[in-house]
């Protein structure tokens, strides 16, 4: 078992840039891959970012490729978001989550987060 606690939401404006952190409690980060996902109102949950279990391997969605940078640091038990060049479409709550493997399918994530608020300013 896992437990994810995100931070770092806030409002910004376009163009900004933001930092999100998850850190992680009970088992070790470095046994699982972390992914972050994001969910706009009325939409449904999509996929955002993954990051293998030494950080040496990432994937990302397209709409946020160039953009958001996926690092861990296990040591620490904490994995991280970085946004830049913000857009009002990344407004959504964002939610972190671990995976037994390394993917970008929501549905092999078995833990996630409560959420962190981030809303973008046009």
């Known amino acids: 078992q896992v437990q994810l606690v995100e931070s770092g939401g806030g409002l910004v404006q376009a163009g900004g840039s933001l930092r999100l952190s998850c850190a992680a409690s009970?088992?070790?980060?470095?046994?699982?891959?972390m992914g972050w996902f994001r969910q706009a109102p009325g939409k449904e949950r999509e996929f955002v970012a993954a990051?293998?279990?030494?950080?040496?391997?990432?994937i990302y969605a397209d709409s946020v490729k160039g953009r958001f940078t996926i690092s861990r640091d296990n040591a620490k038990n904490t994995v991280y978001l970085q946004m830049n060049s913000l857009k009002p479409e990344d407004t959504a709550t964002y939610y972190c989550?671990?995976?037994?493997?390394?993917?970008?399918?929501?549905?092999?994530?078995?833990?996630w987060g409560q959420g962190t608020q981030v809303t973008v300013s046009s």
């Open positions: 989550s671990a995976a037994a493997i390394f993917t970008a399918t929501k549905a092999s994530y078995g833990y």
């Open positions: 009970g088992r070790t980060v470095s046994d699982y891959t």
């Open positions: 990051i293998n279990r030494s950080g040496g391997t990432t």
